[in-house]
């Protein structure tokens, strides 16, 4: 059974730290593409980074440049979103997920809430 | 890169039919086949249910159907369920920043 177990998330103060983690199982990690989507409360989905099956390359949104770092580790079948600097604007539920089809997520986890306030 | 235009509600009556569109442009939707729709339930996790434009991902019933004609990309529900109440959401790649855009959500009511 695939399983993708989202953690990490919580309350942080604006300007503050945290890293997510995504653990999964069921499925081989390293074949696919790994995005992270957020969802601001009663908003709709946001992509927000992606990151190539061996980790050399990475692509995110500009509202996110040069504060979040998405990152992975195959052999411990997970993968991380580091988030720097945040702002209340970050607050989310963030989920992730594994682009098993042609540039499709197939595979997603049942998100974590990140909540950005003083 | 916006967000990709979807209207905001959509409804119809058990065993009816509802189409929601998803409208981009020639550097998103119109570009590329890599449109891809997604269902969500109320607190739970995106469901994929389309992609390739018109490709269903195994264990999805043919009742829903994509399609797409210049900017603009559709999924058709047909023969409603109550099950099919729900928030769906586009996706289309665009090759460019951000690599993966969404559609706003349309929320399908069943009558």
């Known amino acids: 059974e695939v399983q993708l177990v989202e953690s990490g998330g919580g309350l942080v103060q604006p300007g503050g730290s945290l890293r997510l983690s995504c653990a999964v199982s069921?499925?081989?990690?390293?074949?696919?593409?790994m995005i992270w989507v957020r969802q601001a409360p009663g908003k709709g989905l946001e992509w927000v980074a992606n990151i190539k099956q061996d980790g050399s390359e990475t692509n995110y949104v500009d509202s996110v440049k040069g504060r979040f770092t998405i990152s992975r580790d195959n052999a411990k079948n997970s993968l991380y979103l580091q988030m720097n600097s945040l702002r209340v604007e970050d607050t989310a539920v963030y989920f992730c997920?594994?682009?098993?089809?042609?540039?499709?997520?197939?595979?997603w986890g049942q998100g974590t809430l990140v909540t950005v306030s003083s | 890169q916006s967000a990709l235009t979807q209207p905001p509600s959509a409804s119809g009556s058990p065993g009816q039919s509802v189409t929601i569109s998803c409208t981009g442009t020639?550097?998103?939707?119109?570009?590329?086949?890599?449109v891809s729709w997604y269902q969500q339930h109320p607190g739970k996790a995106p469901k994929l249910m389309i992609y390739?434009?018109?490709k269903r991902p195994s264990g999805v019933p043919d009742r829903l159907s994509g399609s797409k004609s210049g900017n603009t990309a559709s999924l058709t529900v047909s023969g409603l369920q109550a099950e099919d109440e729900a928030d769906y959401y586009c996706?289309?790649?665009?090759?460019?920043?951000?690599?993966?855009?969404f559609g706003t959500g349309t929320k399908v009511t069943v009558l």
């Open positions: 997920a594994a682009d098993d089809l042609p540039g499709a997520s197939g595979y």
């Open positions: 996706r289309s790649y665009t090759g460019s920043n951000p690599l993966y855009v």
């Open positions: 069921g499925f081989t990690l390293s074949r696919h593409w």
């Open positions: 020639s550097s998103d939707v119109g570009g590329y086949n890599y």
């Open positions: 390739e434009v018109s």
